[in-house]
């Protein structure tokens, strides 16, 4: 993936040499992975077209508390596509490995 921003370009550079001189530090990663999300995030929300205030809170919610993003969920569930945890194992493989996920 190209870098976009000037800040991901930078940060990839100081990861690089760090591994080349077997001086990575956790704290380098950290910052590149942050980087890289909160650009890949702008360049999303970007392109996306303008969300409701339910939208914003419950993607906020996501970024802010993952698990209980996921326990609330979206509220939204077809007959055709019941909760992951209702579908047998071996459906879930197959469809993941077909790319109907």
């Given amino acids: 993936m190209a870098a ?9 550079a100081r990861k690089a040499a760090q591994r080349r001189w077997n001086k990575l530090t956790t704290e380098t990663e950290a910052t590149l992975a ?23 809170s419950r993607l906020a919610l996501l970024l802010c508390d ?8 979206s509220g939204r569930r077809t007959a055709a596509r019941p909760p992951d945890a209702a579908r047998r194992p071996v ?11």
């Fill in 66 to 73: 993952p698990q209980r993003a996921e326990q609330q969920g």
């Fill in 34 to 56: 942050e980087a890289q999300l909160a650009c890949y995030i702008r360049r999303v929300v970007d392109r996306a077209p303008e969300l409701s205030d339910d939208q914003r």
């Fill in 4 to 12: 976009h921003d000037q800040a991901v370009r930078h940060l990839a």
């Fill in 91 to 101: 459906e879930f493989a197959q469809q993941a490995m077909e790319g109907g996920l």
